[in-house]
């Protein structure tokens, strides 16, 4: 098996799914808010975090289930 790609995942606003980014050089941390450049609300850090590694953990699942589907689709077996 030969996963070769980059997974991205971008965090993204509670409120209007817009990418969220911070101050430059400023380390965030839990019960640390991100204003949305797009709509201004206020996003907690460790929330938008969670459900970013979420789709990261369901992003890797899906290209090893894809990537073992295509090693073993030309496999036989014979009982």
Do not use: P, R
Request: charged share 30%; proline share 0%; net charge negative.
């Amino acid at each position: 098996m030969n996963i070769t790609e980059n997974f991205t995942i971008t965090l993204s606003c509670l409120f209007c799914d817009a990418a969220l980014t911070k101050e430059e050089n400023k380390e965030l941390h839990s019960g640390d808010l991100i204003k949305c450049q797009n709509c201004g609300e206020e996003n907690d850090y460790e929330s938008v975090y969670e459900i970013a590694k979420e789709q990261g953990i369901e992003q890797v699942k899906n290209e090893v289930m894809n990537e073992l589907k295509k090693s073993f689709s030309g496999l036989k077996v014979k009982i």
